[in-house]
């Protein structure tokens, strides 16, 4: 089942600060469930109380505006479902293994991430009509 299904995704809307600064060479980094995975030169590492991760250049500008210095609003609506059993996510910085629990996450480019169900609330809140 696609993360985008409509029976078991709905819509909802980012929120809250990070910091982002632009790399000039790819680097590694480790997904919470202990999965490298890489950002690629030009894509932007951002950072939260929640740890640190890439988004590639032209996602990162269409979705976060700047505030001061490093300093970014998130924005935008995703589409997300929760995992009710493990499932092995691609995602643009390589393969991840989402947890029961975890949401995946998809957004407005078709990219699809894993963001652990302690984290989601804290990030997103649910898309109201009106």
Same mark, same amino acid.
Do not use: C, N
């Given at each position: 089942? !696609? @993360?985008s &299904? @409509? ?9 809250? #600060?990070v910091?982002?600064?632009?790399? $000039?060479? #790819?680097?590694?980094? %480790?997904?919470? !469930?202990g999965? #490298? ?8 590492? =951002? $950072?939260? =109380? !929640?740890?640190?991760? $890439? ?5 990162? /500008?269409?979705?976060?505006? @700047?505030?001061?210095?490093? /300093?970014w =609003? /998130?924005t935008?609506? =995703?589409?997300?479902r929760?995992? !009710?059993?493990?499932? +092995?996510v691609a995602?643009l910085e390589? &393969?991840? #293994? ?15 991430w894993?963001v ?5 609330? +804290? ?5 109201? %009509?009106?």
């Amino acid at each position: 089942m !696609s @993360p985008s &299904s @409509p029976q078991h995704a709905e819509r909802y809307e980012r929120f809250g #600060e990070v910091t982002a600064v632009q790399q $000039s060479a #790819e680097w590694a980094w %480790i997904a919470p !469930s202990g999965d #490298e995975l890489i950002g690629a030169a030009g894509d932007w590492l =951002v $950072s939260d =109380v !929640s740890g640190s991760w $890439s988004v590639a250049d032209a996602i990162f /500008r269409a979705t976060h505006s @700047p505030l001061a210095g490093d /300093r970014w =609003v /998130r924005t935008g609506d =995703v589409v997300a479902r929760r995992l !009710s059993a493990p499932e +092995r996510v691609a995602t643009l910085e390589g &393969s991840v #293994e989402a947890a029961a629990g975890d949401w995946i996450v998809t957004g407005p480019a078709d990219d699809t991430w894993v963001v652990q169900d302690q984290d989601f609330t +804290r990030k997103y809140r649910r898309r109201t %009509i009106g």
